[in-house]
């Protein structure tokens, strides 16, 4: 079974940048596509950021411009580069990843954004 493990939240404030790492049981070369959700406190959880097998990307609107998703194939990681914070990016995020007609999801991983 594939295993995904997310890292990186934390307390940010406003205007500033994190990282977040989605680590993977296996080589992330074998995914069919890999995906950025995040879901905060009282809302349904959104989808932000996706990267196909081909190394194509894309972004939710909210989030155009300020992050980026990226891999390294021989970590076997998954990141989010998140710039520009805003206090409606406070969320746990989550890793997804396609294989095989099944999504596979991490735990999530908490950030938050102060002033």
């Known amino acids: 079974q594939v295993q995904l493990r997310e890292f990186g939240g934390d307390l940010v404030q406003a205007g500033g940048s994190l990282r977040l790492s989605c680590a993977a049981s296996?080589?992330?070369?074998?995914?069919?596509?890999m995906d950025w959700y995040r879901q905060a406190p009282g809302l349904r959880r959104e989808w932000v950021a996706s990267?196909?097998?081909?190394?194509?990307?894309n972004y939710a609107d909210s989030v155009r411009g300020r992050f980026t998703i990226s891999r390294d194939n021989a970590k076997n990681t998954l990141y989010l580069q998140m710039n520009s914070l805003k206090f409606e990016d406070a969320a746990d995020y989550y890793c997804?990843?396609?294989?095989?007609?099944?999504?596979?999801w991490g735990r999530g991983t908490q950030v938050t954004v102060s002033s």
């Open positions: 997804n990843a396609l294989k095989d007609y099944t999504y596979y």
């Open positions: 296996e080589s992330i070369e074998s995914f069919e596509s």
């Open positions: 990267i196909s097998g081909r190394g194509d990307t």
